[in-house]
């Protein structure tokens, strides 16, 4: 079974400080998709990032990073520098492979940057 | 493009009323998809369609949940009879549909479901 899991579930920052958001996921099978999702205070949810499986890259776009460790079963999610604007739910998922946007949600970190 | 389009954002409804929510995916997208949020449960996968074709309808809670697919721009998820615990956002996805790679779901605003 597919399982996702955010053991962080409210993270508060000052404005400019560094914040990870945790991912750990649970799948037997060799090839999958992590994604990570934005849920601002408007309420819909924003694509952040896709990676597969075999690609371990980390990669970074403007502030945010990602981090993936498939010898840990982690997709951690950097955010340098924060703003207020960052504050959101962020989602992490899981899909099988050739099941797109079937996810697997986990429960959602809620993070609050305070000016 | 317009990304994907629900309607109404939001409805209040009383229980035992029918209740329909409907959703335009982005087009060429082959994937459609809907989800529930609630504080209990998180978001969970309702049903998805690929091709107007109803794939996996595992997580509709009960016969009162009904999906439909009838063309390739438009889909419905109609509750009836309706009841307080339906209270939920409901959101709808869609995705390009690849044979051997993943693809994320670009979702809807969602439509916020009061039932009284």
């Known amino acids: 079974a597919q399982k996702v899991t955010q053991a962080q579930t409210e993270i508060s920052v000052v404005e400019k400080e560094d914040v990870t958001l945790d991912c750990v996921y649970e799948t037997r099978d060799t090839t999958y998709y992590l994604f990570w999702y934005k849920q601002p205070p408007s309420g819909e949810l924003v694509f952040l990032i896709r990676?597969?499986?075999?690609?371990?890259q980390n990669e970074i776009s403007g502030r945010y990073s990602w981090n993936f460790q498939k010898s840990t079963s982690s997709f951690n999610f950097t955010i340098t520098a924060s703003q207020v604007v960052d504050s959101a739910v962020y989602f992490c998922a899981l899909s099988r492979q050739n099941q797109g946007g079937k996810l697997i949600f986990g429960q959602g970190t809620e993070l609050s940057v305070k000016p | 493009d317009a990304g994907v389009i629900q309607s109404p954002r939001h409805e209040v409804t009383e229980m035992g009323q029918e209740v329909t929510l409907r959703c335009k995916p982005i087009?060429?997208?082959?994937?459609l998809f809907w989800y529930r949020q609630t504080m209990m449960r998180g978001l969970e996968l309702l049903i998805y369609?690929?091709?107007?074709?109803?794939?996996?309808d595992s997580g509709m809670p009960e016969d009162r949940f009904s999906a439909k697919m009838p063309n390739a721009s438009f889909s419905t998820l109609k509750i009836q009879p309706s009841e307080p615990r339906d209270s939920a956002v409901y959101f709808c996805a869609s995705s390009p549909l690849y044979r051997d790679r993943g693809a994320e779901a670009f979702f809807g605003q969602g439509t916020r479901l009061t039932v009284v």
């Open positions: 369609f690929n091709n107007n074709v109803p794939i996996d």
């Open positions: 087009s060429g997208h082959n994937s």
């Open positions: 990676r597969n499986s075999f690609d371990e």
